[in-house]
């Protein structure tokens, strides 16, 4: 493939919002937008697709806008994936290899080794990170490759998620015509485009806050070494504020938007918030503004503690950093930065995406995150065990395994070795 020639579409699928980005490399300059297309995201829940035909349209929508403003056909994305279902799995292992340098073709052996031990059929590995190496029981080694010994081990991190909402999420993309190149955790695009080389370096998380799901990756040591997510999101707070001012739920979303703040103000219980009735005969009624805040304040201070239990029962508390990073269209609500420090006790920010060229002004705030950094990690180079889509069969990972009579054993490792 011709890198100076070659252009990579990238897929944001939200609750809120679809996003199609279409990059090309620029030579010794980086990664430039040329085509961007947007559509409202309808058919999905917690990140999972409930309504085929609703998704696809969204899809569709974003697509055709971002091919006619590059004027390229897309045949296929890099995708984000954010369910609830996300989690990770950290495993260890150790193999005796043949000769005393250790080549290319030992780290391989290791790799599937580790993606044989894993694989379940429930489940998806959609990212297989190596964190560190050893050689003879010496660890921290970044690579391996000829250095000598007799041993070699590899500490893994897997992200896993379930194989149903993946395969609905993989048939609407392909009932759009669009083939799947590579998936990208949304935690991980969304510290990938908004992230320091010393944020990612010396440890952080990132809490990108979605309209149906709120996930979280924390980075240490210049790569992903954990994530979670939770089936809340903005969405949630939209309704809680329905319920609680008894309103519809689009007047909910106008009032978030408009009078809405995660913290209380001293004048709070002054101004009143014009609620419209539920029903048509009804009259317009108020609510003290302090009474939204504090509708607004519980669901996101409940969701802050509920993440900042979870990453301390992981053991992963001291060793995420001091800081945190909001992401997601959730951080942009009054407040919100201020109760995360409140919560979690550390430094908080909210990412702003960087290091495309050409984005416009409307596409710089932390809703944007995710897509930016799906196109940024699709010209990166990786040294993750897997590549392309995800194994939705449970089977392609088991059957370098268990695979084959013990001729053709002896035939691959001859293929291995010599």
């Known amino acids: 493939m011709n890198k100076k020639a070659e252009t990579i579409a990238v897929l944001d699928i939200g609750s809120s919002k679809v996003v199609c980005l279409i990059g090309q490399r620029e030579p010794n300059f980086g990664v430039r937008l040329i085509g961007a297309g947007f ?19 969204g899809i569709r929508i974003a697509v055709e806008k971002a091919e006619r403003a590059a004027g390229v056909t897309v045949q296929s994305v890099c995708v984000n994936v954010a369910l609830r279902s996300l989690r990770s799995q950290h495993m260890n292992v150790q193999t005796a290899f043949a000769s005393g340098e250790v080549a290319d073709r030992d780290l391989k052996r290791v790799l599937n080794s580790s993606l044989a031990e894993l694989a379940q059929p429930e489940d998806a590995i959609l990212h297989a990170i190596p964190l560190n190496w050893s050689v003879d029981d010496e660890a921290g080694i970044r690579d391996p490759r000829g250095m000598f010994g ?5 500490d893994m991190h897997f992200i896993l998620a379930g194989v149903g909402p993946l395969r609905n999420l993989a048939h609407c993309i392909e009932r759009c015509h669009l083939d799947i190149s ?7 695009a969304a510290g990938i485009g908004v992230l320091t080389d010393d944020e990612r370096d010396l440890g952080v998380t990132v809490i990108d806050m979605g309209g149906g799901i709120t996930t979280a990756a924390v980075f240490r040591d210049n790569t992903m070494v954990h994530v979670d997510a939770l089936s809340v999101g903005g969405k949630n707070v939209t309704n809680d504020i329905a319920r609680g001012l008894t309103t519809p739920a689009e007047a909910a979303e106008r009032i978030k938007t408009i009078y809405g703040s995660a913290l209380h103000g001293s004048d709070d219980s002054d101004v009143m918030v014009p609620c419209p009735p539920m029903g048509a005969q009804e009259e317009l009624h108020h609510h003290p503004r302090d009474l939204l805040t ?7 201070e409940e969701t802050f503690e509920l993440l900042r239990d979870r990453i301390a029962e992981s053991g992963l508390e001291t060793y ?3 800081r945190i990073v909001l992401t997601g269209g959730g951080c942009q609500l009054n407040g919100v930065r201020e109760l995360a420090e409140y919560v979690f006790n550390k430094r908080v920010r909210i990412g702003r995406p960087h290091g495309i060229l050409g984005m416009r002004e409307t596409m710089s705030g932390p809703d944007f995150a995710v897509a930016t950094g799906l196109l940024k990690h699709a010209f990166m180079e990786s040294d993750e065990a897997i590549s392309g889509p995800p194994d939705l069969s449970g089977q392609r990972y088991r059957q370098r395994r268990y695979s084959g009579n013990t001729l053709g054993r002896s035939l691959q490792w001859l293929k291995e070795n010599f």
């Open 39 to 57: 559509g409202v995201s309808a058919g999905l829940r917690n990140g999972a697709v409930i309504d085929m035909e609703a998704a696809e349209t």
């Open 320 to 322: 995420s950093g001091r």
């Open 182 to 188: 590579s998936v990208t955790v949304s935690p991980y």
């Open 294 to 300: 504090s509708i607004i304040r519980s669901r996101i």
């Open 150 to 154: 007799q041993r070699l081990g590899v």
